[in-house]
């Protein structure tokens, strides 16, 4: 059986009853963690499915709730930098002020790992690991409260879109998992930033970004001269199936919901006929049509069922809304979904990733 605690409530001045509540949720959470149990907890990002970094035993769960391939290695959460030593070689210069300027945060740093303290399972053997200090108070609770390394990929099965809420995280996973921390909706709605850091031609640091994330380009673009996109540049990009990315992850068709997505770039007006041609034709077919849009095109959208990701001018509520909006086509049972591409500014970048990801490829340009 999963256990569910309500954690949403505000502090409120004055009402320790709350306090005690949630302390003692804390604690239940936490000692759930100790001995091996899997808790799912909300971070500024998207919830985590949590389990103790170290413990083979539990991090194999892990594996098993979410059907998760064994080659995809799993974010380790901190809550205090000095825990950093125990399981990472010490991090360069630059490493250390970018975890300064962006911890806690939506940033996961790829780090040369410190071998036998984590489960190997959390690494998947490769000799690095993804350690990234959630900004969220809960999350910073559980794991002070736990007093372990916390591993924590997205708490959703396998392939299917990251949860944003609780209610998200048991519709995939009752029953699989021991327990879920409900904070109410996630702030940021896609995931964490991951990044390596690599020595360039003339031998000077830059960071390369992994998987875009909640942690802009730009953001990067002041701490460190030189950022790269892995993929920018080469023949093949993420649009491109065969592009093969660096971080083991992101090989898989995630984040994708069960019809079949395809993403249009283009002109309005060129985009908006094209995509009414082809919903008509679907619809004509018998089969049963979604549009993922965004406000300005809610009117004029044509098929079954039709979701907007909010102001295509606001990346940052599209990056709010769009896995729920995914979430939502299934539940609708829609089977083929057009879906726009948004502005590739500030988050957009990670919008649009995750937009294609969830297309498996299939990417028309108008
Ligand atoms: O925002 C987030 O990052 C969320 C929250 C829960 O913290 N977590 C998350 O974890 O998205 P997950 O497992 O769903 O995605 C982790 C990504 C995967 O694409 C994985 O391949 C990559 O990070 N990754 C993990 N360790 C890595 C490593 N050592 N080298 C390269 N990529 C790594
Ligand atoms: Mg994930």
Not at 42 to 48: A, I
Not at 277 to 290: E, I, N
Not at 323 to 340: K, W
Request: glycine share 10%.
């Amino acid at each position: 059986m999963t256990q569910y605690w309500d954690c949403k409530a505000k502090h409120i001045p004055g009402c320790p009853p709350q306090d005690l509540e949630r302390e003692q949720n804390m604690t239940a959470a936490a000692s759930l963690l100790r001995r091996g149990g899997l808790v799912a907890f909300p971070t500024e990002t998207v919830y985590g499915l949590g389990a103790d970094a170290r413990s083979t035993d539990a991090v194999e769960r892990i594996f098993a709730a979410k059907g998760r391939p064994a080659d995809n290695p799993l974010i380790v959460h901190i809550a205090e930098l000095d825990e950093l030593g125990a399981f990472v070689q010490p991090p360069s210069p630059l490493a250390l002020r970018l975890m300064q300027a962006f911890w806690p945060g939506p940033l996961t740093m790829v780090l040369s790992v410190r071998p036998g303290v984590l489960s190997p399972r959390v690494t998947a053997g490769l000799d690095t690991v993804g350690v990234r200090m959630p900004d969220h108070p809960l999350a910073l609770q559980l794991i002070r409260a736990a007093g372990c390394p916390v591993a924590g990929p997205s708490a959703n099965r396998s392939g299917r879109p990251s949860p944003t809420s609780a209610a998200h995280v048991l519709e995939d996973l009752d029953g699989r998992i021991d327990g879920v921390l409900d904070g109410g909706p996630t702030g940021i709605g896609v995931e964490s930033t991951v990044v390596e850091l690599v020595t360039g031609e003339d031998g000077a640091e830059l960071v390369r970004i992994l998987r875009p994330g909640g942690v802009t380009r730009e953001q990067l673009q002041h701490w460190v001269d030189h950022v790269e996109v892995d993929g920018e540049g080469d023949k093949s990009s993420p649009s491109d199936p065969t592009f093969t990315p660096r971080s083991p992850g992101l090989k898989y068709t995630h984040y994708a919901p069960e019809g079949s997505l395809t993403v249009i770039q283009g002109e309005p007006e060129r985009m908006l006929s094209w995509i009414r041609a082809k919903t008509t034709a679907v619809q004509d077919s018998g089969l049963r049509t979604g549009w993922l849009t965004f406000d300005d095109h809610v009117r004029q959208a044509a098929a079954d069922v039709v979701v907007s990701c909010g102001d295509r001018k606001q990346p940052e509520e599209m990056a709010r809304r769009l896995y729920a909006a995914l979430r939502q086509m299934d539940e609708q049972q829609v089977q083929v979904i057009y879906a726009e591409a948004c502005p590739e500014n500030g988050i957009g970048a990670a919008v649009l990733n995750r937009i294609l990801k969830a297309s498996g490829g299939r990417f028309v340009q108008i």
